[in-house]
């Protein structure tokens, strides 16, 4: 039995993001001018690479403890 799940926090991450991404898709079309460009470049351009970053790392340690947790009940 596994004591930790990182699934349903990287899901809830990529569902987070999709929700983020679609408001944003929104708001440009009445929010286009120098401040926008402004936050946009500050804030949600460098958070999609940084949270698919987040969501690969996630993704890569819970295969590691899957395949520790196996090894070690194997033993």
């Known amino acids: 039995m596994k004591s ?3 699934t349903s926090g990287a899901a809830k991450l990529e569902l987070a993001m999709q929700s983020l991404v679609g408001a944003v898709a929104e708001t440009e079309k009445h929010w286009d001018d120098e401040t926008y460009e402004s ?3 500050t804030y949600l351009v460098p958070l999609e690479p940084k ?3 987040a969501l690969d790392a996630i993704h ?3 295969a590691l403890l899957a395949r520790a947790e196996r090894a070690c009940r194997s033993d």
């Open 4 to 6: 930790w799940d990182l």
């Open 39 to 41: 936050f946009r470049q």
């Open 51 to 53: 949270v698919r970053m």
């Open 60 to 62: 890569t340690l819970g």
